[in-house]
T-cell receptor
Framework: KNEVEQSPQNLTAQEGEFITINCSYS?????LHWLQQHPGGGIVSLFM???GKKKHGRLIATINIQEKHSSLHITASHPRDSAVYIC????????????FGTGTRLQVTL | DAGVTQSPTHLIKTRGQHVTLRCSPI?????VSWYQQVLGQGPQFIFQ???????GRGNFPDRFSARQFPNYSSELNVNALLLGDSALYLC??????????????FGEGSRLTVL
């Protein structure tokens, strides 16, 4: 079993839909990252969370430390949101090693 | 300000060859981490360097090595290439060792194909 599991693996939505991507992890963490990866490879950091909720534009990320679960929500989805969304956790050691989920491939259509 | 830059962006090697991948972190960033991303999977941690010292190593064979230079740029070296080394190699930088309270910045990656 992977330390970080994401669901769903693939997601197709129509423009305007509300989208939720889930991430569950099995280890103690100090922080959780949500990342966006576009075709070609470039990764952009969307959020870093250690508790509660963060919002940036149409994106909202939440984390429940007790349940070892995080969600990424996209409101009013748009085709430009099409990308792979990756959850990554940082353990409690002093290094910055991240353990990644396998990603959720999102396709938003018109 | 330039972001994290990696070179080369694409390269093709044959089995048994050696490859060197390079990463220049964002100015002021002292930590560089390397990740391997095989097609269809999430990235896997290879190394972290901070202030020119190795601070973390993932579960990769000794064929993989890295170093960090005084200007904080970094090289990843892979010897005796195998077909399974074909992947996107990502470099990430942060300004300090524990990026948990800051942001992590990724380069575009170096796509290695081993034939």
């Amino acid at each position: 079993k992977n330390e970080v599991e994401q669901s769903p693996q693939n997601l197709t939505a129509q423009e305007g839909e509300f989208i939720t991507i889930n991430c569950s992890y099995s280890v103690g963490i100090s922080a959780l990252h949500w990342l966006q990866q576009h075709p070609g490879g470039g990764i952009v950091s969307l959020f870093m969370l250690s508790s509660g909720k963060k919002k940036h534009g149409r994106l909202i990320a939440t984390i429940n430390i007790q349940e070892k679960h995080s969600s990424l929500h996209i409101t009013a989805s748009h085709p430009r949101d099409s990308a792979v969304y990756i959850c990554a956790v940082k353990g409690r050691d002093t290094a910055s090693k991240l353990t990644f989920g396998t990603g959720t491939r999102l396709q938003v259509t018109l | 300000d330039a972001g994290v830059t990696q070179s080369p962006t694409h390269l093709i090697k044959t089995r048994g060859q050696h490859v060197t991948l390079r990463c220049s972190p964002i100015s002021g960033h002292k930590s560089v981490s390397w990740y391997q991303q095989v097609l269809g999977q999430g990235p896997q941690f290879i190394f972290q360097y901070y202030e020119k010292e190795e601070r973390g190593r993932g579960n990769f064979p000794d064929r993989f090595s890295a170093r960090q230079f005084p200007n904080y740029s970094s090289e990843l070296n892979v010897n005796a290439l195998l077909l399974g080394d074909s992947a996107l190699y990502l470099c990430a930088s942060s300004w300090r060792l524990t990026s948990g309270v800051g942001e992590l910045f990724f380069g575009e990656g170096s796509r290695l194909t081993v034939l």
